[in-house]
């Protein structure tokens, strides 16, 4: 469950986060270089077909080992139609798959038509729609009153900022190596520059979002020493903190070099960033395994709420419909 998980966001990511590098990062920049952004929309069309592709069939997985969970019954007898048609119909986590499988579709045919113009616009308005949809498939979906709309909404915002923090990682890393092998040095120096702006506005978005989530999944500072959800979860904050020491040090060491007048220093810097922008990439990816396992634990407001006999308050009457965790707890 947990690796099927993992594939799915990162998937999802990859493919949200691609089209917002496309249509808002470099689009702008590339307008008078036509050949540029023919071998980026090549290459970066490429990466969404495998990103929809893994996601799909990742979702289709994910979807029987729910059904498995759901239902208590050995993996065969779960994948029966009457048992498939139950999860797909009666509960949340199969109305929203199959509302996500519509956008999958819809991507997939704006994909098959990326020459017409508004087709990249509809096609990153369904990958938001499909990564932000993610939000009623774990923890926020399952939380209820008025706190499970404020924990939806931060969850939607957290999901969307990390797949174009994350996912636009890899566009970057394509385009520094193209930009690398034409000697495009402004050119890079202006794309990386839009992306930092990107990701300034995604860090404030994580950060502030992460707290909401934190404090409704935490509660407190004991919940996040003494259980083993919030030592995951700290760990996860870690990497996070990782991450932005490398995009500081792409912002405001090595882009300025890009613009600098010795070629040989500009090319250093964008091999660097080339670098940079990989282990960046891998730190991302590990937080989207981090957040697959985060998933499927009980989260550490249930310690506290269960020593203080409060756990009705916060949770509310059980939902038939309703599922909080890939386990399928309510």
């Known amino acids: ?10 998937a999802t990511a990859t493919m949200t986060g691609t089209l917002v590098f496309r249509m808002v990062v470099a689009k702008p920049v590339l307008r008078s270089e036509e050949g540029i952004a023919n071998r980026l929309q090549t290459q970066t069309l490429r990466v969404l077909w495998l990103a929809l592709a893994a996601a799909t069939i990742s979702g289709a997985i994910w979807l ?5 969970s759901m239902s208590g019954l050995p993996s065969n007898e779960a994948m029966s139609t009457d048992v498939l048609s139950t999860v797909i119909n009666e509960t949340q986590f199969g109305q929203v798959t199959t509302i996500r499988l519509g956008l999958a579709i819809g991507l997939a045919a704006c994909l098959a038509c990326y020459r017409v113009a508004i087709a990249e616009w509809l096609a990153l308005a369904a990958a938001l729609g499909f990564a932000a949809s993610l939000a009623w498939t774990g923890h926020a979906g399952s939380t209820l009153g008025a706190m499970g709309y404020l924990h939806l909404a931060a969850d939607t915002l957290h999901l969307i900022a ?11 890393s394509l385009f520094l190596a193209i930009a ?3 000697n495009a040095m402004s050119l890079a120096r202006n794309v990386v520059a839009r992306f930092s702006t990107l990701g300034i506005v995604s860090v404030a978005i994580l950060m502030l979002s992460g707290i909401i989530n934190a404090a409704i999944l935490v509660g407190s500072l004991h919940g996040l020493v003494a259980t083993e959800y919030g030592r995951v979860l700290t760990l996860k904050v870690a990497m996070f903190a990782v991450m932005l020491v490398f995009a500081a040090i792409n912002r405001f060491r090595l882009t300025p070099q890009l613009a600098s007048f010795g070629n040989e220093q500009s090319s250093n810097a964008l091999r660097q960033l080339i ?3 990989a282990i960046e990439t891998a730190f991302g990816l590990g937080i989207l ?5 985060l998933g499927t634990m009980h989260p550490a407001v249930h310690y506290d709420l269960a020593m203080t006999g409060d756990y009705q308050s ?6 038939a419909q309703t599922l909080s965790s890939a386990h399928g707890h309510h």
Not at 289 to 293: D, G, T
């Open 1 to 10: 469950m947990i690796a099927t998980r993992a594939i799915h966001f990162a």
């Open 64 to 68: 029987l080992l729910q059904a498995g």
């Open 162 to 172: 990390a797949a174009a923090w994350i996912g636009g990682l890899v566009a970057l």
């Open 180 to 182: 690398h092998r034409n």
């Open 275 to 277: 670098h940079n922008s």
């Open 289 to 293: 395994v981090i957040v697959a396992m």
């Open 314 to 319: 916060y949770i509310g009457p059980c939902r």
